[in-house]
Each structure stands twice: as structure tokens, then as C-alpha cells.
């Protein structure tokens, strides 16, 4: 695999087919995904014996964060409308960030859509951003 340019990259909604055509919704009209950004919360173990001069720590809990989207509003985009859809349910829901093919990778994860907003302006098209907390542990893997 090499470098690429973001171009190409894709939002699905819902679980990969084990086989035959995907026919999930693609997240339209999207000119920015915000990628995970996975953190660590620590302990600190550090004892009144401890020689080191240095605090010492375990690794706690992770957490995927967040996934914000930004694009450009079509009222004839199923991706759109289906995230939209997930914000009103509430409902867990996997997602696919899908990097172009000279990549190779994509990012997998559960989420909660937690924010969908439009915005307008004169002389501008209407856009829409939206947020996905991520629920649970995201996988990043090949193909």
C-alpha cells in the first residue's frame, strides 16, 4: 500500500454483507470525516516507596472518541437522511470509514449519532455537520 489523497474515502452506515453487493448507505455530498481518536485514561500507582523521582501509572479505559462529519446538505441523500434517522432513534449503529483503495484500510466501529446540524448563509451552499460517539472499541484493518 502507499499514500493517498482523502479523496474517495467514504462513510457507510450499518454492518458489512458477509458476501454478495453492499448495498449500505453512503454518507453524501461529505467534504471532511474527523478521524477517530482513540485515548487512554491512567492510575496513578506511584507509591511513597517509589525511588524513580518519576510518577508511575497504569493504562485504564479507552475511549474512541468522536467522529464529526461535515458536508454539503442533499435533500435526496439516503446517507444523510439515515444519519439524521439514527439521531432521532437514539440506536447503536455500525459505521465504516473506508479510505481509497491505495490505502487499503478502513475503520470499523459502533456509534451514536449525537449531533446533526444545518447551516446556511448567504452566497454559500447549505451545508450540514454531524457526530458520531463512538461506542466501544474501533477496529482499524485491512481491505
Known sequence: MSKSR???TKLLIGAAPSSGTDT???VGGVKSIGGIEISQ???DVTAMDSTSGYREYLGGFKDGGEVSI???L???????EELYDLLASGDVEDFEIKFPT???KSWTFK???TKFATSEDV???ITFDATIKVSGAPALSAG
Request: net charge negative; aromatic share 4%.
Open 6 to 8: 482523502s479523496v474517495g
Open 24 to 26: 449500505r448507505p453512503v
Open 41 to 43: 485514561e491512567t492510575t
Open 70 to 72: 461535515s458536508g454539503f
Open 74 to 80: 442533499d435533500g435526496a441523500d439516503d446517507g444523510q
Open 102 to 104: 491505495a490505502i487499503g
Open 111 to 113: 456509534g451514536v449519532v
Open 123 to 125: 452566497d454559500n451552499a
